[in-house]
T-cell receptor
Framework: DGGITQSPKYLFRKEGQNVTLSCEQN?????MYWYRQDPGQGLRLIYY???????QKGDIAEGYSVSREKKESFPLTVTSAQKNPTAFYLC???????????FGPGTRLTVT | GIQVEQSPPDLILQEGANSTLRCNFS?????LQWFHQNPWGQLINLFY???GTKQNGRLSATTVATERYSLLYISSSQTTDSGVYFC?????????FGKGTRLSVIA
């Protein structure tokens, strides 16, 4: 069953802790993306990767870090430097240049 | 960068009614997608439509790239159509999203 998985669905952390969100895809897509969604808002791009071992900052990369060691995986770390980390995080993948993105189910992160 | 505006921001419909959602964008785009976000947050692809018209059941979409807008039509709406509808476009960068139209269909 092909698709994108994100885990966990809900995540709770204390302020000051780093936390890593998982994103895995078995669609054989080269490109992967991380978005953040705040209540009542659209999605904003955090980071994206067009190929293994390469990634670019999106519009709101400050306080986040990523790695792309495998084609299937694109984990996102929310660091303690991110001032407002509580949000809904969505991962997506696509064939580069095609533009047609597929999304995972998302992770809701709450930091208190 | 590209700006995407969606209208209306909120829409309430009686079950069975038809509706039209609009997406305006500020520059030439290579691709345009419509998504439905369900109450659990999942984004569901509705249409990939950089130009022309497509139909899928009760939903159809039209993009007029030269005039920089796209329309999503929902006919005979059902309560399961409720949620947020997003338009997203891409030129030479990853997808840029509008703020969405929140649709509530009442039985």
């Amino acid at each position: 069953d092909g698709g994108i998985t994100q885990s966990p669905k809900y995540l709770f952390r204390k302020e000051g802790q780093n936390v890593t969100l998982s994103c895995e895809q078995n669609l054989n897509h080269d490109a992967m993306y991380w978005y953040r969604q705040d209540p009542g808002q659209g999605l904003r791009l955090i980071y994206y990767s067009q190929i293994v071992n390469d990634f670019q900052k999106g519009d709101i990369a400050e306080g986040y870090s990523v790695s792309r060691e495998k084609k299937e995986s694109f984990p996102l770390t929310v660091t303690s430097a991110q001032k407002n980390p509580t949000a809904f995080y969505l991962c997506a993948s696509s064939i580069p240049g095609q533009g047609h993105q597929y999304f995972g189910p998302g992770t809701r992160l709450t930091v208190t | 960068g590209i700006q995407v505006e969606q209208s209306p921001p909120d829409l309430i419909l009686q079950e069975g009614a038809n509706s039209t959602l609009r997406c305006n964008f500020s520059d030439s785009v290579n691709n345009l997608q419509w998504f439905h976000q369900n109450p659990w947050g999942q984004l569901i692809n509705l249409f990939y439509i950089p130009s022309g018209t497509k139909q899928n059941g009760r939903l159809s979409a039209t993009t007029v790239a030269t005039e920089r807008y796209s329309l999503l039509y929902i006919s005979s709406s059902q309560t399961t159509d409720s949620g947020v509808y997003f338009c997203a476009v891409t030129g030479n960068t990853p997808l840029v999203f509008g703020k969405g139209t929140r649709l509530s269909v009442i039985a």
